[in-house]
């Protein structure tokens, strides 16, 4: 069993940062693959960003340039570094993590944490 607790979201205004952390505790020792997703009110989740076990890294378009996904394995603890946030940009950000598979589909993901509130707004 994993469990993933995210942190870090918070308010901000349109063009600022924030940093997301998810903290993963459990059985960590597997090879993994992690994503982060965002869900906004009214709307289906969507892929925001993914990084394999080898390193391999994809975005969806609207983040590319702006966003960065990394992890840290010694911490047990993936990123999402967000800059120039829009108000698009608002959303419960997920993280999720996965044996394998396409990592652009949520279904894809065994393991997810509760989401942490993202909003961008003057």
């Known amino acids: 069993q994993v469990q993933l607790v995210e942190s870090g979201g918070g308010l901000v205004q349109p063009g600022g940062s924030l940093r997301l952390s998810c903290a993963a505790s459990?059985?960590?020792?597997?090879?993994?693959?992690m994503g982060w997703f965002r869900q906004a009110p009214g709307k289906e989740r969507e892929f925001v960003a993914a990084?394999?076990?080898?390193?391999?890294?994809d975005y969806t378009n609207s983040v590319k340039g702006r966003f960065t996904i990394s992890g840290d394995n010694a911490k047990n603890t993936l990123y999402l570094q967000m800059n120039s946030l829009k108000a698009e940009d608002t959303a419960v950000y997920y993280c999720?993590?996965?044996?394998?598979?396409?990592?652009?589909?949520?279904?894809?993901?065994?393991?997810w944490g509760q989401g942490t509130q993202v909003t961008v707004s003057s």
């Open positions: 459990g059985r960590t020792f597997s090879p993994w693959n």
């Open positions: 990084i394999r076990w080898g390193g391999t890294i």
């Open positions: 999720a993590r996965a044996a394998g598979g396409d990592l652009r589909k949520p279904g894809t993901y065994q393991y």
